[in-house]
């Protein structure tokens, strides 16, 4: 959990989700494994993701992490 | 709502109801009304919510990390008024001149602890998925 001295990790999830035709955040979630209100909280920049979830998410688009994620300084 | 949110909501909800109850019942029953901590037993029927449906996730990392930090909270709050609890115990008998704790005090002392440590972990889990909401918005 990031606390407010520590930078955040900014996405482009939504973006790409929305460029996957019926990728709904539900999809997403099964894909991944996790709950829906863990992609809006990831989405929306309030959820750093651990690195297992980051490289599935970074799997199931055909991304690198790097490309997903990067510091929001 | 995620499942472990209803349950931290249930957690909440049970301790701030039986601290409710057991204050309305102590003018009458004095002591006795620390029967009614037994109430905190209902924090339990938050694993009703934890049940499985068909090939959803009902708990995830996000989850846990936020069960770990308030269940921590709660530990540390629950050890804080313990310590200060004996600390005001132990002064309190040294200016009295009175060496002898009773046993009942010990024993609300105890429940206050569960209240206090399932009431603080239920309501830091809800605070932070509440704030992860609204950041995401």
């Given amino acids: ?73 | 709502m995620t499942a472990m949110e209803k349950v931290a909501w249930t957690e909440l909800s049970v301790c701030v109801l039986t601290v409710v109850m057991v204050t309305a019942l102590y003018p009458w029953l004095g002591n006795s009304a620390s029967g009614a901590f037994g109430f905190l037993g209902f924090i339990a029927c938050g694993i009703f919510f934890l049940r499985g449906r068909g090939k959803t996730v009902v708990i995830d990392e996000r989850d846990r990390e936020i069960e770990q930090l308030a269940t921590r909270r709660g530990i540390e709050t629950a050890w804080m008024v313990l310590f200060m609890t004996l600390i005001a115990i132990v002064l309190w008998s040294s200016f009295a001149n009175d060496e002898v704790v009773p046993t009942g005090l010990l024993s609300w002392l105890i429940w206050v602890q569960f209240a206090i440590c399932y009431g603080v972990k239920g309501f830091v889990a809800v605070r932070f998925y509440r704030s992860q909401r609204r950041a995401a918005q």
């Fill in chain 1, 1 to 73: 959990m990031p606390r407010n001295s520590e930078p955040t990790l900014d996405n482009c999830i939504k973006e790409l989700r929305s460029a996957e035709e019926s990728m709904t955040q539900q999809a997403l979630a099964d894909h991944v494994g996790v709950t829906r209100q863990t992609i809006i909280a990831l989405e929306g920049g309030a959820y750093t993701p651990s690195l297992a979830l980051a490289l599935r998410v970074a799997k199931v688009f055909d991304k690198s992490v790097e490309e997903l994620f990067w510091l929001d300084d």
